[in-house]
C-alpha cells in the first residue's frame, strides 16, 4: 500500500466511521433530548418567592430542619430557623386560656400534637452558638410523594440609597407532575405555612426601619425599607402579669378582631380592617413586653417604629406602611413625643415633593402629621401605640377610628406583684440550680410580699427587678421588700434614677447570669418621666402620694403566712433592707 493510501486508512477511516455513526445516531439523541425538554416544560410547575416574602424564610426553615439529609448543597444559616410545633400546657385558671384556644383552633393542623417538653425550649435558647445550616442551590427533596427542588438565585446590585452591595434572593421551588399541575405545590406550601404559623410558640421577627443616617435616604425616602429582622424567642402571654379585669377583655377584643369573619365584616362595609390600641402609663409597667408578647400570641412579627426622633417624614413613613405584610403588628413607640399635632398639620400645607417641605435646621424633614392622622398611611394592620403621656396627644390622632381603645397601664397592685413573686419561685425541675431545692410555702410568701407593695408607686419593672435580685431565696426578697419600696421611693421623690439600685446582699447568691436584672435596670423609670407634672405619669404620680405609705409590715406578712419557720427566716433578714444603705 502506498504511502498516502495507507494515511488515507489510518485517519480517514475513523473519522469517516465516527461521522456515519453521529449521523445514524444523533437523531434519536436530539429527539430525545427535545422530548425530555418539552415534558419537562409540560409538566414541571414552578413557585418563585421572593425575598420580600415571609414564605421564602419559611420555606428555609423548613428545608432545614425537615430535608437537609437529602440536601446536596449546604450554607449557614443567618438566623435560628424555628423550632418545630409546640404548644402550651393548659392553665386551669387562665381565662384568656379559651381564646387562646379557640384562635388557634382555626389555624391548628394535626401536627399540634407533637409537643416538645417545656424544657426543649430552655435548652434551645442556650444553644445559641450552634451552626445552623439551611440547604442551598440545587437540593431535592419529596413531598407526598411528588419529586420536588428547590433552587436559590441571588442578584447583587448597588443600593440607591447608599451605593452599598446588597443582595436579593430569589427561591424557585419546581415540582414534576404530569396531571396534578400546581396543586402539589399549593399544597405543599400551604402545609410550610401552617406549621410556621403552629410554630410561632419559638419566637417572632422584630423589623425596624433600615438605617436612616444617609443622606441619600433623607432625600429618597420612598426608599425607606425594613431591615432584614431580628429573630427573638418569643414572650408568652403569660410571663406579663396584668390584672384580669385589663387582660381579659384586651384579649377578647383582640381575639374577636383577628377573626376571619370580623375580616370579612369590615372588607364588606369597606372600613379599613385594622385596629389601633393606645397603651399608655408610666415606663416599666409592661407596654412593650405586652405588645411584643400578643404578637406572639398570635404568630405576627412586629415593626417597630420609634416616633421620637425628627430623622423620619412622613413620605418615608408612607413608603414603610405600604412594605407592611398582610398580618402584622405595628408597634409605634413614643407616640407622646413626636410633636404630631393637628395646629402642625393646619400651618404646613403638604407639598407635593418632598424636597419641597421645610426643614429643620440640621436639614431633616419634620414628619408631617399626616402619617398619623391621614388614611393613607394609617396602619392596615393592628398597631399598638405606647405612649407613656396620652395628655400630650393630639386629640386628631386619638379619635375613634385611630386609636380605638385606650389601654391603661399602672402600676403594680397586689395582685400583680402576688402573680410576678410566684411566678419568679415556681421553678421547674428544669429550673433549679444544684444547691436549690423547690420552694415551699410560696403562696403564703407571695401574699407577704405583695401586702408590702404601695398600690400606686411600684412598677412591675421594679418588682422584676427586687425579684431577680432574690431568684434563689423568696424569704430574702419578702424580707427585702419594705427597704426596696422605702428605697424606690426616696429614689423617685429626690428625682435619681432608680436604676441605680444596687441590693446589699452580702451572703445571698446573685442571679447566676444576670440578664434579667439588667434588663429590668435598663427599663426601670426615670423620675423625670415618673414625676413629670402636667402628664399623665406626672398626674398618676401625684394621685397615687397618699398611697406611697409603705405597706403592710414584715411583722403583719409574718402573721399572714401563719409559718412558723417562714416568720422567723424573713425576721433574720428584717432590717437588712435593700439598697445601698441596707434601710
Ligand atoms: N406587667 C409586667 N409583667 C411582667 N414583667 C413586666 C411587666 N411590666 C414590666 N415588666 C418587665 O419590665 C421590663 C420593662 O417593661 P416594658 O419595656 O414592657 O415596659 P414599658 O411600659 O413598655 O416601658 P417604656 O414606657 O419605658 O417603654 C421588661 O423586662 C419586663 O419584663
Not at 413531598?143 to 433552587?151: D, H, I, N, T, V
Not at 390584672?243 to 376571619?260: E, N, Q, S, T, Y
Not at 397601664?409 to 410576678?420: L, N, Q, T
Request: proline content about 8%.
Amino acid at each position: 500500500m502506498s504511502p498516502v493510501a495507507h494515511l488515507v486508512v489510518t485517519y480517514a477511516t475513523p473519522v469517516v466511521i465516527l461521522s456515519v455513526a453521529l449521523a445514524k445516531y444523533s437523531a434519536p439523541v436530539w429527539v430525545f433530548t427535545a422530548a425530555k425538554d418539552f415534558l419537562y416544560a409540560q409538566f414541571t410547575s414552578q413557585v418563585r418567592i421572593g425575598q420580600e416574602h415571609d414564605l421564602q424564610k419559611q420555606v428555609m426553615a423548613w428545608l432545614a430542619t425537615n430535608r437537609l439529609e437529602n440536601a446536596n448543597a449546604l450554607a449557614l444559616a443567618d438566623q435560628r430557623p424555628r423550632k418545630k410545633a409546640s404548644t402550651w400546657s393548659p392553665p386551669t385558671d387562665d381565662p384568656v386560656y379559651e381564646l387562646r384556644i379557640a384562635w388557634r383552633g382555626t389555624i391548628a393542623t394535626p401536627r399540634q400534637t407533637e409537643v416538645p417538653p417545656p424544657e426543649d425550649e430552655e435548652e434551645d435558647e442556650e444553644d445559641t452558638d450552634q451552626l445552623i445550616y439551611v440547604p442551598d442551590v440545587g437540593c431535592q427533596f419529596s413531598y407526598e410523594g411528588y419529586r420536588m427542588w428547590f433552587e436559590k438565585y441571588t442578584e447583587t446590585y448597588n443600593d440607591p440609597r447608599d451605593g452599598r452591595p446588597q443582595s436579593s434572593h430569589t427561591v424557585i421551588i419546581s415540582c414534576l407532575t404530569m396531571f396534578a399541575g400546581v396543586k402539589p405545590l399549593q399544597r405543599f406550601l400551604e402545609h410550610v405555612k401552617n406549621e410556621a404559623t403552629v410554630s410561632f410558640d419559638a419566637g417572632i421577627t422584630s423589623y425596624r426601619p433600615a438605617a436612616l443616617g444617609s443622606v441619600a435616604i433623607r432625600e429618597n425616602d420612598e426608599l425607606l425599607r425594613w431591615d432584614s429582622g431580628i429573630w427573638r424567642p418569643r414572650r408568652k402571654l403569660d410571663a406579663v402579669t396584668l390584672d384580669a379585669h385589663i387582660k381579659v377583655p384586651l384579649m377578647k377584643d383582640i381575639h374577636d378582631h383577628l377573626d376571619p369573619r370580623t375580616k370579612r365584616f369590615y372588607i364588606h362595609n369597606v372600613i379599613p380592617y385594622r385596629k389601633g390600641y393606645l397603651m399608655y402609663g408610666p415606663p416599666g409597667t409592661g407596654k412593650t413586653s405586652f405588645a411584643a408578647a400578643l404578637a406572639g400570641e398570635y404568630g405576627l412579627n412586629v415593626y417597630m417604629l420609634s416616633l421620637a426622633g425628627n430623622n423620619m417624614t412622613d413620605r418615608g413613613l408612607e413608603s414603610l406602611f405600604e412594605q407592611l405584610p398582610e398580618q402584622c403588628v405595628v408597634l409605634m413607640e413614643d407616640i407622646d413625643s413626636a410633636g404630631i399635632k393637628r395646629e402642625n398639620m393646619q400651618t404646613q400645607p403638604e407639598p407635593k415633593e418632598p424636597e419641597e417641605r421645610p426643614r429643620s435646621p440640621s436639614g431633616y424633614q419634620r414628619p408631617i402629621p399626616r402619617d398619623i392622622n391621614g388614611y393613607p398611611i394609617s396602619p392596615p394592620k393592628p398597631p399598638r401605640n405606647l405612649s407613656n403621656n396620652p395628655d400630650a396627644l393630639d386629640k386628631a390622632l386619638v379619635r375613634a377610628g385611630r386609636i380605638d381603645k385606650k389601654i391603661h397601664f399602672g402600676y403594680a397592685s397586689r395582685e400583680v406583684a402576688g402573680k410576678m413573686f410566684t411566678r419568679v419561685y415556681c421553678k421547674s425541675p428544669a429550673q433549679l440550680l444544684d444547691r436549690e431545692r423547690p420552694f415551699e410555702g410560696i403562696p403564703r410568701l407571695a401574699r407577704a410580699f405583695a401586702e408590702q407593695i404601695p398600690l400606686g408607686a411600684i412598677t412591675p419593672a421594679e418588682i422584676q427587678c427586687l425579684l431577680l435580685s432574690y431568684r434563689t431565696d423568696p424569704i430574702a426578697a419578702v424580707a427585702a421588700t419594705a427597704g426596696f419600696v422605702a428605697e424606690a421611693m426616696e429614689e423617685k421623690r429626690k428625682g435619681t434614677n432608680v436604676a441605680g439600685f444596687e441590693p446589699d446582699l452580702d451572703g445571698f447568691v446573685f442571679p447566676a447570669d444576670g440578664v434579667g436584672q439588667v434588663e429590668g435596670a435598663i427599663s426601670l423609670p426615670t423620675s423625670s418621666s415618673v414625676l413629670s407634672p402636667g402628664g399623665n405619669a406626672g398626674a398618676e404620680s401625684g394621685k397615687s402620694s397618699p398611697a406611697m405609705t409603705p405597706g403592710p409590715t414584715v411583722t403583719e406578712a409574718e402573721s399572714a403566712a401563719e409559718d412558723e419557720d417562714t416568720g422567723e427566716a424573713v425576721e433574720r433578714f428584717r432590717g437588712r433592707g435593700f439598697g445601698r444603705g441596707g434601710r
